[in-house]
């Protein structure tokens, strides 16, 4: 028997700032105002998004604990845009390389600056490159009439949520599943006499220059008898 149990999970939005909102906006500042090679076009626009993961999972057979495991994981990508929004380095056809990095899941503000400058540093110098190569066939071909702009503005977007709480998921984990599967001792033939559970969770957080500062949670339970 399977049961499968899913929340998305809505809060108020709150104006405190925690470390991660405080170090984006200080490179995403530092990186427009700053972040100019001498002949390259300067940045005019950014986007962050950054993935906070869990993941907690835990076996038993028999009402007797088998293995478990837990996990958490940053993850940051950038969009860097340079020249204009008439034309920028927005790619002809969509990458189907993956780009994001692993940050520090931390609450230390300069660590977490650091890592979002070498991400920003390495994103504006393939975005250069990208605008010229992009303008290069813009001059060779002209515009057509179907070239629409690369970039429209929009209004900046708002919706910020509470910091996580901290969540041990292993202890509750392991017990549902010990006690869901110890039942299951009266049947020694059962193929699969036990239990798993997982339990994950996702924040993702976006900023950008233009002022917009979203946040979205996820949250899954799953438990297999």
Request: glycine share 6%.
């Amino acid at each position: 028997m399977k049961l499968l149990l899913a929340a998305l999970l809505l809060a108020s939005p709150v104006a405190a700032e925690d470390a991660l909102d405080a170090a984006l906006r200080a490179e995403l500042g530092r990186a427009k105002a700053e972040l100019k090679d001498e002949g390259y076009p300067s940045i005019y626009y950014i986007s962050a998004d950054v993935w906070d993961f869990e993941d907690a999972q835990a076996w038993a057979q028999h009402g007797r604990p088998v293995a478990d495991t837990s996990q958490r994981q940053r993850i940051a990508l950038f969009d860097v845009r340079v020249g204009g929004p008439s034309l920028d380095n927005h790619p002809l056809e969509p990458k189907a390389d993956y780009l994001g990095q692993a940050v520090p899941w931390s609450d230390d503000v300069p660590a977490l600056r650091h890592a979002f400058w070498r991400v920003l540093d390495g994103a504006y110098k393939n975005a250069s490159a990208d605008y010229l190569r992009k303008k290069a066939l813009r001059v060779q071909r002209g515009k057509a009439d179907y070239d629409a702009d690369d970039l429209a503005p929009e209004p900046p977007a708002t919706r910020r949520l509470p910091p996580l709480k901290a969540v041990d998921a292993g202890p509750v984990l392991r017990r549902a599943v010990a006690e869901l599967s110890e039942p299951l001792r009266g049947a020694p033939r059962a193929v699969f006499a036990g239990a798993n559970a997982q339990w994950s969770r996702a924040r993702k957080t976006r900023r950008d220059t233009d002022g917009a500062a979203v946040d979205a949670d996820t949250e899954l339970l799953l438990l297999q008898v």
